[in-house]
Every structure is written in structure tokens, then in C-alpha cells.
């Protein structure tokens, strides 16, 4: 595999199920980051990984819980969504994180939908 | 901090050239200018980024004027396989942190 990759690439849960979004950077990054993206909105960043710490949660409610054992593997733990929640995941790695011109490698996303 | 303003869709035919023009009336001395891409359904990816002048790759070319108040992105010969949402980015956050994403322009390519 090279490049990013995410799975599942759809999901269909429903508000009281707990699932978990996986992705996998093959890129040698060190930095790591999950998005969101609505229809008809802007993407919006949701949390930034350094080095696996985390360095950014842009006000993103407890029910979504990320989390990075190492620079190559993010994890987007999801329970008792909303159905506002359906949106495509999108995970993106740079090289390292806190430089804003670093280019960003994304993955092709899940497709969440919260019945 | 700089933030863009970019025209919200854009049509083209097939084979012309296509500009898409991006104001950042703010943008701070340092700052680069960066284009992503976005097909439906999939993650952006990195166009090109510039400082000043002109930038040429092998998907498109950036032009800058001397005030870099704005920018415009060229692709050459457009064809249907560049219908896609087009983000211009300035840093918007002060600091080292990522470039925020706004609506982008949809370019849509008719044969």
C-alpha cells in the first residue's frame, strides 16, 4: 500500500453503536490529522497529531475520540453520534506538523452515516 | 491574518484554458499561497505553491503580482477529468498551525 488509507471507506451506524475509523500513512510523516467534511461546508480540521502527540482538538465534542498509537496509525473513535455527524472522514499526514506549508497527503475517506 | 476569497463555481469548456483568480488582500510578508485540489468524494491534493511571480508544474501554473494581493491559478487545455473543487490558501491562524480550508471554487468542465 502507499500513500494513505483509510477503512472503512463507508459506515452506516446507528446513534448508539461504537465504532472506530482507521488510517494508515505509509509516507514515513510524523504528523497526522482527521477532518470533516459536511455537504455544501467547508472542510473543517478536527485534531493534529505530532509526533503522536496531540497538538490541535478544534472544540470537537467527546463523542468523537482520536487517537494515535504511533506516526503511521490514527484511530477516530466514534459512539452516540448524531445524525448531524454524517460526513465524510478525511485523514491527512505531512511530513511534521506546526508548519503551515507543509503539503498534506490525504486518504479517500470514509463515508459516516448516522442513522 | 489573510483570509481568500475565491469565486464559488466557475464553467469551462473543454480544451480552454481556465483562471481562477483568489484574493488575500491581508496577506503577512512570509506567506506562501497554496492551491489544492478536490475530486468528488476524495481528499484535497496539493496543486502548487508560490511566493511571487510565476510557478509552473506539470498540472498548472500560479501567477502572483508584485503586490501578491492576489493570485490566479492556470490550467492549461482543461479536460472533464479536472471537474473539481479548487481551494487557494494563505495562513488564516497565527503561529505554526495548519492552513484552514475554505468553500473553494467548483470548476465545472463541460465537453
Same mark, same amino acid.
Given at each position: 500500500?502507499?500513500?494513505?488509507?483509510?477503512?472503512?471507506?463507508?459506515?452506516?451506524?446507528?446513534?448508539?453503536?461504537?465504532?472506530?475509523?482507521?488510517?494508515?500513512?505509509?509516507?514515513?510523516?510524523?504528523?497526522?490529522?482527521?477532518?470533516?467534511?459536511?455537504?455544501?461546508?467547508?472542510?473543517?480540521?478536527?485534531?493534529?497529531?505530532?509526533?503522536?502527540?496531540?497538538?490541535?482538538?478544534?472544540?470537537?465534542?467527546?463523542?468523537?475520540?482520536?487517537?494515535?498509537?504511533?506516526?503511521?496509525?490514527?484511530?477516530?473513535?466514534?459512539?452516540?453520534?448524531?445524525?448531524?455527524?454524517?460526513?465524510?472522514?478525511?485523514?491527512?499526514?505531512?511530513?511534521?506538523?506546526?508548519?503551515?506549508?507543509?503539503?498534506?497527503?490525504?486518504?479517500?475517506?470514509?463515508?459516516?452515516?448516522?442513522? | =491574518?489573510?483570509?481568500?476569497?475565491?469565486?464559488?463555481?466557475?464553467?469551462?469548456?473543454?480544451?480552454?484554458?481556465?483562471?481562477?483568480?483568489?484574493?488575500?488582500?491581508?496577506?503577512?510578508?512570509?506567506?506562501?499561497?497554496?492551491?489544492?485540489?478536490?475530486?468528488?468524494?476524495?481528499?484535497?491534493?496539493?496543486?502548487?505553491?508560490?511566493?511571487?511571480?510565476?510557478?509552473?508544474?506539470?498540472?498548472?501554473?500560479?501567477?502572483?503580482?508584485?503586490?501578491?494581493?492576489?493570485?490566479?491559478?492556470?490550467?492549461?487545455?482543461?479536460?472533464?477529468?479536472?471537474?473539481?473543487?479548487?481551494?487557494? =490558501?494563505?495562513?488564516?491562524?497565527?503561529?505554526?498551525?495548519?492552513?484552514?480550508?475554505?468553500?473553494?471554487?467548483? =470548476?465545472?468542465?463541460?465537453?
Amino acid at each position: 500500500e502507499t500513500g494513505v488509507t483509510q477503512t472503512p471507506r463507508h459506515l452506516v451506524m446507528g446513534m448508539t453503536n461504537k465504532k472506530s475509523l482507521k488510517c494508515e500513512q505509509h509516507l514515513g510523516h510524523n504528523a497526522m490529522y482527521w477532518y470533516k467534511q459536511s455537504a455544501k461546508k467547508p472542510l473543517e480540521l478536527m485534531f493534529v497529531y505530532n509526533f503522536k502527540e496531540q497538538t490541535e482538538n478544534n472544540s470537537v465534542p467527546s463523542r468523537f475520540s482520536p487517537e494515535c498509537p504511533n506516526s503511521s496509525h490514527l484511530f477516530l473513535h466514534l459512539h452516540t453520534l448524531q445524525p448531524e455527524d454524517s460526513a465524510l472522514y478525511l485523514c491527512a499526514s505531512s511530513p511534521w506538523g506546526g508548519e503551515p506549508y507543509n503539503e498534506q497527503f490525504f486518504g479517500p475517506g470514509t463515508r459516516l452515516t448516522v442513522l | =491574518l489573510a483570509k481568500t476569497t475565491q469565486p464559488i463555481s466557475m464553467d469551462s469548456y473543454e480544451g480552454q484554458e481556465v483562471n481562477i483568480t483568489c484574493s488575500h488582500n491581508n496577506i503577512a510578508t512570509n506567506d506562501y499561497i497554496t492551491w489544492y485540489q478536490q475530486f468528488p468524494s476524495q481528499g484535497p491534493r496539493f496543486i502548487i505553491q508560490g511566493y511571487k511571480t510565476k510557478v509552473t508544474n506539470e498540472v498548472a501554473s500560479l501567477f502572483i503580482p508584485a503586490d501578491r494581493k492576489s493570485s490566479t491559478l492556470s490550467l492549461p487545455r482543461v479536460s472533464l477529468s479536472d471537474t473539481a473543487v479548487y481551494y487557494c =490558501l494563505v495562513p488564516e491562524r497565527p503561529g505554526n498551525t495548519p492552513l484552514v480550508f475554505g468553500k473553494g471554487t467548483r =470548476l465545472s468542465v463541460i465537453a
